[in-house]
Every structure is written in C-alpha cells, then in structure tokens.
C-alpha cells in the first residue's frame, strides 16, 4: 500500500527505512568497526529519519482513524509492531500516532499478531 500525504509518497520502502532506523537508534553499536563520529551520524540521522515518519503519521491520523482509512487492515498490525520497537523513544510529541497505536492494540487479532 502507498499512502500519500502533501509532502510525498510512503509505501513499503518507507516502512523499510523506518524499521531500520528505529534499529540503529535502539542498538548501541551499530555496525562493526564504526567509529564514535560515525556512529552518533548514524544515530543523529536516524532520529531525523524517525521524527519525519512520526510527523507524516501524525498528520495522516488527524483524517483517518487508521492507516488506509476507517477500518484496520494487516498494515496497522504491520507499522504498530514496528513502532512497538520505538519503546526507547518518548512518542509524546506525536499524539495522533499514540492514539492510533492504543486503536491497533485494542483490536481483537492484536495478541494473535504480538504472538508471532
């Protein structure tokens, strides 16, 4: 699925990016041989990367009470697990994202999807 926004286009490849930088930022040593400058970098990237998702998330949420509209569909399980690894980061600042994640927590196939 490609969900558009006024800043862009974010399919499969976006929650790819996301994953990934939500790894780097929760993991202390980010690859073998990285030096601290590369490292903070990385994590310095990351966190720009992570910060822009959240606000293109958040401004989705403020006309849809899911990612593809009204009802959950396996996307919402997908990108909440996803977030679930965003636990090191303060979400605060992304209300809309929070609501939508306690939505998806709250549907019936959640424990079935964590359980995987």
Known sequence: AVVSTQSGHYGRGAVSVLHRDLFYLNNGQLKRGAT????NELVKSSLDSVSLYFDMLDKIFTSRDY???????FCDSAVALILEDASSLSLSSWPKV???LERVKEQPNWSVVTAL
């Open 36 to 39: 601290k400058d590369t490292t």
């Open 67 to 73: 990612l593809l509209g009204s009802v959950a569909w």
């Open 98 to 100: 929070l609501d939508w």
